[in-house]
């Protein structure tokens, strides 16, 4: 469990978001070579348009433009706006439409080129920072820097080369977070909803999750109220019957009333035992008497899977925030053991400052194929974690592995 000091210019901290960074840019790049692609499309249509034969596939052209705008809508975690009108006059007239042709052009190129900056510069490094490893083994001409400026000659020369791969690392690191910022500029700024449509999309998307609270809210309480009914309260009527049974026997069999009477202290024990496990599930005492790192720990131990726990948390969310990831988690691993059949799973807990907002990863290496209509659970983290205003994403291919992300914001 990650314990690095939380200062923002600590070398940890600053690697920590430099990864991050880069793999945001890395799948950026996805997204813009899809905008190039995008942008082809509809140069052709234009094209076609102006001889007179491509208004068919206008619409075609702005679905395609919309698909790729939505992918980097989630990515950015930005609201969609409605679908695109079927007339291509309409959705031309579309503010949302014109803007996404707007981010299509400037993320394929710009974008594109800033995903490209950022893979050479990582690239380069590890070239350079290795050299001394393995120029030995290439032929003379071939030992030079990523830059190619002179050929290494000598292990003086192989050693000047790491030397300047680490100075490359040092400006990689400060580079690319603001890389990763400037290609999600244009997103933001283009793929927003505007002013009017964001309210109402917030408004629609605020009804959808209290909605989604209040069944969820409801779920928990039946599920206590079963948890007492079907457990505790039997175990204390076992007890109350035990008790009378002792006291009936007591005058004519004191043996058979001492046994009858540790039977009924058996039964009190278990019922006492039910209505803690009850109440851990309500409010989880490690959550208020150490942290969230700490449960999840306690989580992992209590896992059939062997579970490795990655927990980077410097600031304190809100208790509900922390209820929530904590059972997100809990959840996940519980499928993890019943239906993935994988040997491990890494759950991986940072907090966004640029955000500020909680990201929980869960990861295994079974057999993918998890689905929400599976009654596997699911479900139901996604409604809790959207009542808490947070995003929820599941990639499980067949074959593995399942990755389960959730995103949660820290004053919720």
Not at 358 to 376: F, N
Request: hydrophobic fraction near 50%; aromatic fraction near 4%; proline fraction near 6%.
């Amino acid at each position: 469990m990650a314990t690095e000091d939380a200062r923002p210019w600590h070398p940890v901290v600053r690697a920590r978001a430099a990864l991050d960074a880069l793999e945001r840019l890395v799948v950026g790049m996805g997204t813009a070579v899809l905008a190039v692609a995008a942008s082809l499309w509809v140069l052709g249509t234009a094209v076609l348009c102006v001889a007179g034969v491509g208004i068919l596939l206008v619409p075609a052209a702005l679905r395609l433009v919309r698909t790729v705008a939505d992918r980097e809508r989630t990515r950015l975690e930005v609201l969609h706006p409605p679908p695109v009108p079927g007339n291509p006059r309409a959705a031309l007239a579309e503010t949302s439409v014109r803007r996404e042709l707007g981010w299509v052009v400037c993320h394929g190129t710009f974008g594109l080129l800033l995903s490209l900056t950022a893979l050479t510069l990582a690239v380069d490094v590890m070239h350079d920072a290795s050299f001394p490893v393995w120029w030995w083994f290439v032929a003379p001409g071939d030992a030079t820097p990523a830059q190619g400026f002179f050929t290494a000659t000598d292990w003086g020369d192989a050693f000047a080369i790491c030397l300047f791969g680490v100075a490359t690392l040092v400006v990689t690191v400060v580079v690319v977070p603001v890389l990763d910022r400037w290609q999600a500029w244009p997103g933001k700024r283009l793929l927003s909803p505007h002013r009017g449509m964001d309210l109402a999309l917030r408004v629609v998307e605020l009804t959808a999750t209290r909605a989604a609270a209040l069944d969820a809210h409801a779920a928990e309480l039946r599920r206590i109220e079963r948890s007492l009914h079907d457990g505790t309260q039997n175990r204390l009527v076992a007890v109350n019957v035990l008790l009378g049974a002792a006291k009936r026997a007591l005058a004519r069999d004191p043996a058979a009333a001492e046994e009858i009477i540790g039977r009924a202290q058996d039964a009190g024990e278990q019922a006492l035992a039910e209505l803690r496990g009850v109440v851990r599930t309500i409010l989880p005492p490690v959550l208020t008497e150490r942290s969230l790192p700490d449960a999840l720990t306690a989580l992992a131990a209590d896992c059939p899977v062997t579970c490795r726990i990655d927990a980077d948390l410097p600031a304190h969310p809100a208790v509900s925030v922390q209820v929530t990831a904590y059972f997100v988690v809990a959840e996940a691993l519980t499928n993890v053991a019943k239906h993935s059949g994988a040997s491990a799973a890494t759950v991986r807990l940072r907090h966004e400052r640029d955000r500020d907002r909680v990201q929980v990863e869960v990861t295994d290496d079974g057999r993918g194929g998890a689905d929400e209509d599976t009654g596997s659970g699911l479900t139901g983290i996604r409604r809790r974690v959207e009542a808490h205003d947070g995003t929820f994403a599941l990639a499980s291919p067949a074959g593995g592995p399942t990755t389960l992300v959730v995103s949660l914001p820290c004053g919720s």
